[in-house]
């Protein structure tokens, strides 16, 4: 259910005329200098090393922060919350051997959080589970898979590729790769920005909903879109902003893309459960919760 789209990363400008070299000096002991280095290897060594150096620093802000969405019961809510949207149940883990196409253009959904064979989440699942467990029963598959990307294409996959989905599911180790691709792709990266936004467990929860329905990449309706959009109308609580506020455009916004996608699209996961919550003033998710999806009502005590 993702819109397409990989997640770019800012290119360092070089000035392409004569070739500039910084000459590393020779050793005292009068070896071989070492190789030079180029004016544009120099500039990717200082953006990786600012990046990291900037990455520390996030680190250390979040490091004294409560859990959140992070703690235990809150990520199983959280699970459930996106459950209830994705697959109709609070039963998430009755969704690892769910396969189908919804006739999004997306190529076959399956899984705990919709991998998608046209949107290269479920090719890089299938890819990293197979490096670690050789002669799975998706890993031929995986020609046809690399093939697809990008498509709604089943070409190489039918007949046999749901029934072999369905049937590795049933194994605890693909279920567990479901789930680490799960926290490495979407939850962890949408609570860590979350958290450095200032936002609370419900705008954790409204981060990681956005990143599976939308996706984790940067074009105008994907997540990272979403949020400059966003950050162009609002600020955040960590720029002194409401946290209501904020989140109350961040929704609008995501609703307006959903729209954009598709006129008649149920957005009752944002109308009757997200917004409601923040509505109620409930910035920190806490329970019982009430919520509709698609006209169903869902409860956790």
Not at 121 to 142: E, F, I, S
Request: aromatic share 10%; proline share 5%; charged share 25%.
């Amino acid at each position: 259910m993702k819109r397409a789209g990989c997640l770019l990363f800012a290119a360092v400008p070089v000035v392409a005329t004569a070739a500039f070299y910084f000459l590393a000096p020779a050793q005292s002991d009068g070896g071989t200098a070492k190789a030079p280095i180029s004016a544009a290897q120099q500039a990717r060594q200082d953006a990786k090393d600012r990046a990291e150096r900037e990455r520390a620093e996030d680190d250390e802000a979040i490091a004294g922060l409560p859990p959140g969405l992070a703690a235990p019961e809150k990520k199983e809510l959280a699970q459930k919350l996106v459950a209830s949207a994705e697959n109709s149940t609070l039963d998430w883990r009755s969704a690892y051997g769910y396969i189908e196409d919804i006739g999004d253009g997306q190529g076959y959904t399956a899984g705990i959080v919709g991998f998608c064979s046209g949107t290269h989440d479920m090719l890089t699942l299938v890819d990293r589970y197979t490096k670690a467990h050789p002669g799975n029963g998706l890993a031929g598959y995986l020609p046809a898979l690399r093939k697809v990307d990008g498509t709604d294409s089943h070409e190489g996959l039918d007949p046999g590729f749901t029934a072999a989905w369905r049937a590795e599911a049933r194994r605890p180790a693909f279920r567990a790769a479901q789930d680490e691709e799960r926290d490495r792709v979407y939850f962890d990266p949408a609570v860590r920005l979350a958290k450095l936004d200032g936002l609370g467990t419900l705008g954790q929860f409204v981060y990681y909903d956005a990143m599976v329905l939308h996706g984790p990449g940067t074009g105008p309706n994907s997540f990272y879109g979403l949020r400059e959009r966003a950050l162009r109308e609002a600020d955040t609580p960590s720029e002194g902003g409401s946290e209501k506020s904020y989140l109350d455009v961040f929704l609008d916004i995501r609703r307006e893309a959903m729209k954009a996608k598709k006129a008649t699209i149920d957005t009752s996961r944002i109308d009757n459960a997200q917004r409601q919550f923040l509505y109620d003033g409930n910035l920190s998710l806490k329970t019982p919760l009430t919520w509709q999806v698609y006209g169903e009502t869902y409860r956790v005590p």
